[in-house]
């Protein structure tokens, strides 16, 4: 911890005046008279990358994090010397450098100021390792509040705390224990109803503190590398979120069975009990899509073998699971066993794929098959190895999903729990230590077996899972938060937890719903499942110590809340499968947080356990034993209360009553939410129908449906289908305009549209300007109708 005594420590160095500066395209570098550099690039009007060396000149420009095919060009850049000052303007921003000590100054061309330098820029001389502590502080203003930052478990506004980036295999972990698995640098401000980004993209172990040490100064620092950040304008939180997710990467679309249900537990075997539990599912009727096997399945823990006394014949095994509806899902860690008759420990020694320490010899460290090796998955040749190793299980066995664990990396009875930091890393032809490739190995390794699925899954999807994550691995695996704990808290934790990964551009994330370590009442878990049905990823997942996980471990009521809300969560696919459209299109979070939904009211700022799922519905989880409701702020505007259908007007905060079987979930008003059937596995039926849930609103509301094969590539060739529905309600009518896009065709033919809080009884329908006679659609106890799915307008008539 550093004091404010350190603070005032003076080994810390400033840039001094600045002497000369050069204009080179998108780039401006300013020189000061001590070899400081700053180059600044306008990656975007709205976007700027700061750089900061201070030996005169910068290294090979280098990141993991930044997608190559990010958007970049600008419409205006004009660079202007005024006496005391620099200016920097693009259509969006003015950047003001101060001659004297290269203190930078951001704002909006209205002048507001955006994002200030406190101190800026300083640093310290590492003389162990070389190279500099690199600083940064800017000013903060009253009320500026903090979001972002991956899965911190603690309060969604970060204002007043410290956190670090190290990844750390941190079981159990507690609220606001640090650091925990997955790394993001980048944070959201709001100030002044206006929001900013900050992304530091650098490795090293990093460290953000939001008016923690001193009540009006934000800073960040990193333990060795350059400073180097992107400042993103908003002024709407979406423009930050979005900007973001396109400068670190979208993934493609997951096959839609990984949106389903997933069971696992550490673990299932043998075979008999795999085939147990999925049965157990069918009879039962809890609609589940993937089984999990754990380290257990494996030849003493080596990864690519198969334990043959518990599982004597996987291939069968994994096809007749898939019969049944259920993917194969594999764990895969990092260490490899080292063993001389083992093929893939053999491999990687002679073609020298294991990380080595600093004076050559491999680096060892025990993990569960006992001493292991570790390939350097920063080596472009080790990731290409490591693809090809999943030939097997993939093409041949049907595994159809892989689960990176223990990344982080995790190295058992140490005291730091990782490798050495002298472990040296080939860091893609920038050769570096522990210390600056110890947060993206983790990334690496998913992003090596994210390579290797899909090329064997091909012509479907690949469906990846990982532990530890950088920035970035967005494009590559979907994650889970690690080993949470059986307790409301982490019930609490999880809510938050994933909201955050979500506005920090990791979306397609959930926790071990139920808690992985210790054992959940029949309530927790009832309670966890309600809310983990609204998370992006779906599992249960316990660490099998303490009992037995399955919905039927608890009582019958849990058993039938369960499939209730696993049965709303298959009927929400289509709706679900949208919202994961507009992500990996357009970088939008699948939860909003409040104040992401609506940052100009100042009652979102603090608000932690509400959040929208999607555009268009409101969950608020129940957190508490033996809650009969409880109190939630709904957002500013009209919504329906799901289970009642009853209107509440938004801005308050309200009582909601709930059952045990229910939490309160909103739906805004004017919305159509598309639902399928209720299935065991997606794709187990067919279905002519496809049910929109109409809420009506006076006024207008636009909701859109994707949809598309569900699994392979041809939705990149356009054969997806995506509809747009405008919603224009009044007093005694309603318009519904229907836009459809792209070149597939659903199955069905029809829609069923429920009519749900409609204050008038429908006196007749006409379709394309065209009155139709109730016996052309299927007009039923007015309150629901069945129409063609072809049709532009569909007016539905008061009287
Ligand atoms: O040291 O593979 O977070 O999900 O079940 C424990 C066994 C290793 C940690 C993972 C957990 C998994 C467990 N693993």
Redesign the pocket.
Known sequence: MITNTELEFKGDLYPSKIVSFEHDVDSVFFNTFNSVVLKITVVRDSLIRFRYTTKGYFSNDFSYAIDKSHSHGYNFLEVTEEAEYYQIQTSKLKCVIQKIDMRVSIYDLNGNVLLEDELGFHWEESYEYGGNIVKMSKASKDGECFYGLGDKATQMNLKGKRLENFAT?Q?AFQKDQEPL?KVVPFFIGLQNKQAYGIFFDNTFRTFFDFCHERRNVTSFWAEGGEMNYYFIHGPQMEDVVTSYTDLTGKPELPPLWALGYHQ????YFPESNVKEITSKFRELKIPCDAIYL??DYMEGFRCFTWNKEYFPDPKRMVAELAEDGFKTVV?I?PGIKIDKEYAVYKEALEKDYFCKRADGPYMKGK??PGECNFPDYTNPEVREWWAGLFKELISDIGVKGV?N??NEP?V?EVPNKTFPMDVRHDYDGNPCSHRKAHNIYGTQMARATYHGVKRFAYPKRPFIIT?SAYAGAQRYTSS?T??NVATWEHLWIANIQVQRMSISGMGFTGS?IGG?AEQPSGELYTRWIQLGVFHPFCRT????DHGDQEPWAFDTEVIDITRKFVNLRYQLLPYLYTMFWQYIEEGIPMLKPLVYYDQSDIQTHYRNDEFIFGNQILVCPILEPNSLGRRMYIPRGQWYNYWTNSLVIGGKEIWVDTKFDEIPVFVKAGAIIPKYPVQQYVGELEFDELTLDLYYKEGKEKSVVYEDAQDGYDYKKGRYSFLTFRVTGKEKELNIQLHKEGKYDTNYSKYKINLIGFPFKVKSIEIDNEEVLFDRVKFEEDNYLIVGKEFNVLHIIGE
């Open positions: 295999d079981y698995y696992c537990k550490w673990s754990d380290i764990i860690d993990v569960w689960w664990d223990m995790a058992m532990r889970w690690g080993d071990d992985f997942h316990s660490s099998g």
